[in-house]
């Protein structure tokens, strides 16, 4: 006779003549998930990093189960990995793995920070005036036809708080169309030096930032970019009394007379190749815990 | 009436502890359900032809919506297993989607489906726990 023993424990409530799983806390005629240990580790954000990874041993030597959860430690909220896009927290996805001897999390930023890291910001250029005929959509530097040719820009609503410590401030120029020059080329770069820029139509006149500086740039072929810095004058900016977050604030880049007839780089689409990236400082950390299970996931 | 049920601590606990991370089981009826795997744990293959998909429909059967745990290994042969699905292919070229519309549990099946971005065939393998209680 096939003798049928074994334990059940109901739930509080229930009969243990119940064949309902839901009914069961524990029941011999079906295994549960055998606790190993518990991992913690953490990963940190450095300004400009758009993912961060980290492991733990768990040198099981097979690939056990596991779960896995994170923290930010700007946050009290703990997710469960792997988190899905837009429902939690600034990442976009953070996902863990194992193999025979690690558990493994990495997290990558959230969509809005996608083309940036932590702590940076990326501003589209909102007004560009040139001297150069007179344009207000492009930006040249350089000489074109015989003409000292120069630019401001301005970039509106820029979150950006008074007094902010940042690594590093630049101009991400796209040189879309550039002439038959092979020189180096010069630029003298100020900040626009007012409390809220606002459209700053033709006038290549306004007052600047004590912050400026040279800066040389070997020549360039269609399509190439370089980056115009403006850390010292964006932090004048800034600093001034009344600067606030979400004000409008932008830079003047000038040729500085050197330059030969012809050598000179334009941007035909400024709105959409004349980026401005701020680097903040700062760090974050995200704290990971993986509960590992004794049971093997195997084939 | 008595109180009464089962108890089990960890080596090296006091039976008499009280606090849930000292304890194996309790009983409590403060404890709604366990982690009781209510099906043998499995484990299969499914191919998926380059830059293609693969759907896997497994049938659990028991009337209720269960709570379902999914590991795959997404590049075959690397020995790196996956838990759960992704939003897109943010670490591995193949993935399991996490569209409620292709991944989910309901009262009869588990159903996943894997993308294979990359533009040659893949085997992967993946292995999964049910367990007892309602995933909702």
Same mark, same amino acid.
């Given at each position: 006779?096939?003798?049928?023993?074994?334990?059940?424990?109901?739930?509080?409530?229930?009969?243990?003549?119940?064949?309902?799983?839901?009914?069961?806390?524990?029941?011999?005629?079906?295994?549960?998930?055998?606790?190993?240990?518990?991992?913690?580790?953490?990963?940190?954000?450095?300004?400009?990093?758009?993912?961060?990874?980290?492991?733990?041993?768990?040198?099981?030597?097979?690939?056990?189960?596991?779960?896995?959860?994170?923290?930010?430690?700007?946050?009290?909220?703990?997710?469960?990995?792997?988190?899905?896009?837009?429902?939690?927290?600034?990442?976009?996805?953070?996902?863990?793995?194992?193999?025979?001897?690690?558990?493994?999390?990495?997290?990558?930023?959230?969509?809005?920070?996608?083309? &940036?890291?932590? !702590?940076?910001?990326?501003? $589209?250029?909102?007004?560009? +005036?040139?001297?150069? *005929? #007179?344009?207000? @959509?492009?930006?040249?530097?350089?000489?074109?036809?015989?003409?000292?040719?120069?630019?401001?820009?301005?970039?509106?609503?820029?979150?950006?708080?008074?007094?902010?410590?940042?690594?590093?401030?630049?101009?991400?120029?796209?040189?879309?169309?550039?002439?038959?020059?092979?020189?180096?080329?010069?630029?003298?770069?100020?900040?626009?030096?007012?409390?809220?820029?606002?459209?700053?139509?033709?006038?290549?006149?306004?007052?600047?930032?004590?912050?400026?500086?040279?800066?040389?740039?070997?020549?360039?072929?269609?399509?190439?970019?370089?980056?115009?810095?403006?850390?010292?004058?964006?932090?004048?900016?800034? &600093?001034?009394? !009344?600067?606030?977050?979400? $004000?409008?604030?932008?830079? +003047?880049?000038?040729? *500085? #007379?050197?330059? @030969?007839?012809?050598?000179?780089?334009?941007?035909?689409?400024?709105?959409?190749?004349?980026?401005?990236?701020?680097?903040?400082?700062?760090?974050?950390?995200?704290?990971?815990?993986?509960?590992?299970?004794?049971?093997?996931?195997?084939? | 009436?008595?109180?009464?049920?089962?108890?089990?601590?960890?080596?090296?606990?006091?039976?008499?502890?009280?606090?849930?991370?000292?304890?194996?089981?309790?009983?409590?009826?403060?404890?709604?359900?366990?982690?009781?795997?209510?099906?043998?744990?499995?484990?299969?293959?499914?191919?998926?032809?380059?830059?293609?998909?693969?759907?896997?429909?497994?049938?659990?059967?028991?009337?209720?919506?269960?709570?379902?745990?999914?590991?795959?290994?997404?590049?075959?042969?690397?020995?790196?297993?996956?838990?759960?699905?992704?939003?897109?292919?943010?670490?591995?070229?193949?993935?399991?989607?996490?569209?409620?519309?292709?991944?989910?549990?309901?009262?009869?099946?588990?159903?996943?489906?894997?993308?294979?971005?990359?533009?040659?065939?893949?085997?992967?393998?993946?292995?999964?726990?049910?367990?007892?209680?309602?995933?909702?």
């Amino acid at each position: 006779m096939a003798l049928n023993y074994g334990i059940k424990v109901t739930r509080a409530g229930y009969s243990t003549t119940t064949n309902d799983p839901r009914q069961l806390l524990m029941s011999s005629a079906y295994p549960m998930f055998k606790y190993h240990n518990e991992y913690t580790a953490s990963a940190t954000f450095n300004p400009g990093d758009q993912t961060a990874t980290a492991s733990v041993t768990h040198g099981l030597g097979y690939v056990p189960a596991f779960m896995a959860y994170g923290v930010r430690d700007d946050d009290s909220t703990n997710f469960i990995i792997p988190s899905i896009p837009y429902a939690i927290s600034e990442f976009d996805y953070a996902e863990a793995w194992a193999d025979d001897d690690k558990i493994y999390f990495k997290v990558t930023l959230f969509d809005n920070y996608v083309g &940036a890291g932590w !702590n940076e910001i990326k501003q $589209n250029l909102n007004t560009v +005036y040139t001297n150069y *005929d #007179g344009g207000y @959509s492009l930006a040249i530097i350089g000489n074109a036809f015989g003409e000292s040719s120069s630019f401001g820009v301005q970039y509106a609503n820029v979150p950006i708080v008074k007094d902010q410590s940042i690594v590093s401030a630049t101009i991400d120029f796209l040189a879309s169309d550039t002439g038959s020059g092979t020189e180096d080329f010069k630029m003298d770069i100020w900040g626009i030096d007012v409390d809220d820029l606002g459209d700053f139509g033709n006038d290549l006149g306004q007052s600047k930032t004590t912050a400026t500086h040279k800066q040389t740039q070997a020549s360039l072929d269609d399509e190439e970019h370089f980056s115009i810095t403006v850390t010292n004058e964006l932090e004048e900016i800034i &600093a001034r009394a !009344n600067w606030a977050s979400g $004000n409008d604030l932008g830079f +003047y880049v000038f040729d *500085d #007379g050197t330059s @030969s007839d012809g050598n000179n780089y334009a941007s035909s689409s400024p709105e959409n190749e004349l980026f401005l990236s701020i680097l903040k400082t700062g760090t974050l950390t995200v704290n990971f815990r993986a509960i590992v299970f004794k049971d093997r996931i195997a084939l | 009436m008595g109180d009464y049920g089962l108890k089990i601590s960890k080596i090296g606990k006091s039976i008499s502890s009280n606090n849930i991370d000292d304890l194996i089981f309790v009983s409590s009826s403060s404890v709604q359900a366990t982690a009781m795997i209510v099906k043998p744990p499995a484990s299969g293959t499914v191919t998926i032809a380059a830059s293609s998909y693969g759907d896997v429909s497994i049938t659990h059967d028991l009337g209720y919506i269960p709570t379902a745990i999914l590991y795959t290994e997404a590049t075959p042969g690397s020995g790196n297993w996956y838990m759960g699905c992704a939003f897109t292919n943010t670490v591995e070229d193949t993935y399991v989607t996490a569209n409620g519309a292709y991944t989910y549990v309901d009262s009869t099946y588990f159903k996943f489906r894997i993308y294979n971005s990359i533009a040659s065939q893949r085997i992967v393998k993946y292995y999964y726990f049910i367990l007892g209680e309602s995933g909702i």
